[in-house]
Structure formats: structure tokens, C-alpha cells
């Protein structure tokens, strides 16, 4: 049914900056909600940021000001724009599907980030 495919990880310099994407299968993505998570080895997974089907956001306190989540929604595709990014950022990202009543939640399979000089 709803599959999602993260894209545009990579290896970025501190302060650098990368975009990344998640395309989305299936006929509810304009109403769902959707999430990109991250998780750093040894760590759980934590949220960075969340859009509703309104378009309404919400941010990590540690992302904040410098993440900005988007979707369009004739391409069925949600991505995170990481602007000055940190060695703190470095993990692994997901993309997550939130079916309208919340009665499912879909994963990606996850694209490596990694900030180092």
C-alpha cells in the first residue's frame, strides 16, 4: 500500500546544507500528516519535524530556526530543507506517514546523514 523513499542524504560540511525528500505512494498522502525522525547510533529515534494535511508545522527545539519542513502535495512529496548544519545532525533520517484518524503510520526505510569537516 503506502510505501515512502527517503532521498538526498549525504556528507555535508558544519554550516553546510542538504535537502532531503520523501516521495510517497498511495491515494491519503494530501491527508495525512507527516514526520522526518532521526536517530544517531546508540540513540532513539527522536522527531525533528512534523507538518499536518493543514500545512501546519512543528519543530525540534534543536532543529528550530534552522530545519524547515514542506510538502506538495500534487507530487506526493514532503521534504526537510537543513540549513547551518551541526555534527550533532549526523544520523540516520525517516520519513513518516500518518493515515487521516491516525490509524496507521508508515516508515521509510531511513537516508544516512553525516556533518563532519
Known amino acids: 500500500q503506502v510505501q515512502l523513499v527517503e532521498s538526498g542524504g549525504g556528507l555535508v560540511q558544519p554550516g553546510g546544507s542538504l535537502r532531503l525528500s520523501c516521495a510517497a505512494s498511495?491515494?491519503?498522502?494530501?491527508?495525512?500528516?507527516m514526520g522526518w525522525y532521526r536517530q544517531a547510533p546508540g540513540k532513539e529515534r527522536e522527531l525533528v519535524a512534523t507538518?499536518?494535511?493543514?500545512?501546519?508545522?512543528s519543530y525540534a527545539d534543536s532543529v528550530k530556526g534552522r530545519f524547515t519542513i514542506s510538502r506538495e502535495n500534487a507530487k506526493n512529496r514532503v521534504y526537510l530543507q537543513m540549513n547551518n548544519m551541526k555534527p550533532e545532525d549526523t544520523a540516520v533520517y525517516y520519513c513518516?506517514?500518518?493515515?487521516?484518524?491516525?490509524?496507521?503510520?508508515?516508515w521509510g526505510q531511513g537516508t544516512q546523514v553525516t556533518v563532519s569537516s
Open positions: 513518516k506517514q500518518t493515515s487521516p484518524g491516525s490509524s496507521y503510520v508508515y
Open positions: 498511495g491515494s491519503i498522502f494530501s491527508r495525512s500528516a
Open positions: 507538518i499536518t494535511s493543514d500545512f501546519s508545522t
